[in-house]
Nanobody, 124 residues
Framework: QVQLVESGGGLVQPGGSLRLSCAAS????????IGWFRQAPGKEREGVSC????????VSADSVKGRFTISRDNAKNTVYLQMNSLKPEDTAVYYC?????????????????WGQGTQVTVSS
């Protein structure tokens, strides 16, 4: 069975940085695109960034462009989200998800496998 496990969340001050990891098992990233999503209480789930596994194509939400960077290490079967210049509005539970295509997407309904989420809190 495919599994995705997020880690790296925590409490950081505004302007700080955090690196999230998404470790995949039960499948190889060679044939999947991996996306990061986030959801705060009372808010809709938001696509953050997604990376393909073949050409390394990336799509990101306008709200995080220039601050967040998604990357992939196929040898470790892991995808990362480097988050810099964090803002309080970035506070949310962050999820990684997989879709059986290398084409990146920020639409949650395109993803069939999801991790359990990791909490990111940005506060002074």
């Amino acid at each position: 069975q495919v599994q995705l496990v997020e880690s790296g969340g925590g409490l950081v001050q505004p302007g700080g940085s955090l690196r999230l990891s998404c470790a995949a098992s039960g499948f190889t990233l060679d044939y999947y695109a991996i996306g990061w999503f986030r959801q705060a209480p009372g808010k809709e789930r938001e696509g953050v960034s997604c990376i393909s596994s073949s050409h390394g194509r990336i799509v990101s939400a306008d709200s995080v462009k220039g601050r967040f960077t998604i990357s992939r290490d196929n040898a470790k079967n892991t995808v990362y989200l480097q988050m810099n210049s964090l803002k309080p509005e970035d506070t949310a539970v962050y999820y990684c998800a997989a879709k059986a295509s290398t084409w990146p997407s920020l639409e949650a309904e395109h993803f069939g496998s999801w991790g359990q989420g990791t909490q990111v809190t940005v506060s002074s």
